[in-house]
């Protein structure tokens, strides 16, 4: 799980496995495609200096 601000609802939301679709390899870590709580789909950069809990 990690924090993601939704682009579109705005809101800063936990986000859960089950909420991702799709992870790719970046430069930075990782590129996580994923819906929000509020049904957007969002693309997001986790870093790899994140946090892991």
Same mark, same amino acid.
């Given at each position: 799980? &990690?924090?993601?601000?939704?682009?579109?609802? #705005?809101?800063? #939301?936990?986000?859960?496995?089950? *909420?991702?679709?799709?992870? #790719?390899?970046?430069e930075?870590? &990782?590129?996580?495609?994923?819906?929000?709580?509020?049904?957007? *789909? *969002?693309?997001?950069?986790?870093?790899?200096?994140?946090?892991?809990?």
């Amino acid at each position: 799980m &990690f924090v993601h601000r939704c682009t579109s609802c #705005e809101r800063r #939301e936990l986000i859960f496995a089950d *909420q991702l679709h799709g992870l #790719e390899a970046h430069e930075d870590g &990782f590129r996580v495609h994923l819906t929000c709580w509020c049904g957007a *789909q *969002q693309t997001a950069v986790v870093t790899r200096d994140v946090a892991v809990v």
